[in-house]
């Protein structure tokens, strides 16, 4: 297999919200509008049908400077156990893309109104994708440290 050096990524569109700082907690009642390169709008189309979807975006202000730590401690809280950094959903990774299971409450041509998304103003979009039905793990398995986030 060849290997692979470059990989661009192009943003469909931006995430527009009254957040611009990332928050600790509190991202379950944000409501953010997505908004699409205009040639996308006919691709929105259906989505309306979905209650949730899935929405993948760059997290474009994670100071590249700052380098990726191999172990963190989860939300730098040192009263979790130090694990690997793929064992959390810290910001600080070797490509700095987030992902959130949102609520979609509109569809208006090419913007989508959504609630619960942890991106801030301006955050690049990547993709979007439906939320179905096999997405949902009913046991999934995870470390007891996980509970107290």
């Known amino acids: ?6 990989i661009v990524i192009k943003p469909i569109g931006q995430v527009r919200n009254n957040i611009n700082l990332p928050l600790r907690e509190g991202w379950e009642e944000v ?20 209650s949730h979807i899935i929405v993948v975006f760059w997290m ?7 380098g990726t730590p191999m172990k963190v401690h989860p939300r730098g809280r040192q009263d979790l156990p130090l694990v690997g950094l793929f064992a959390t959903r810290a910001p600080y990774r070797p490509n700095p893309v987030g992902m959130s299971v949102v609520r979609l409450l509109e569809r208006r041509g090419n913007v989508l109104k959504v609630k619960g998304l942890d ?3 301006g955050t690049p979009i990547i993709d979007i994708k439906p939320y179905l039905p ?9 470390p007891q440290w996980v509970s107290k986030l």
């Open 1 to 6: 297999m060849a290997a692979i050096k470059d």
């Open 31 to 50: 409501v953010s509008e997505l908004i699409f390169d205009a040639n996308l709008e006919e691709a929105t189309e259906g989505l309306e049908q979905f």
């Open 60 to 66: 474009h202000k994670v100071p590249p400077e700052r």
């Open 119 to 121: 991106a801030i103003n």
């Open 134 to 142: 096999r997405d949902s793990v009913v046991e999934a398995a995870f």
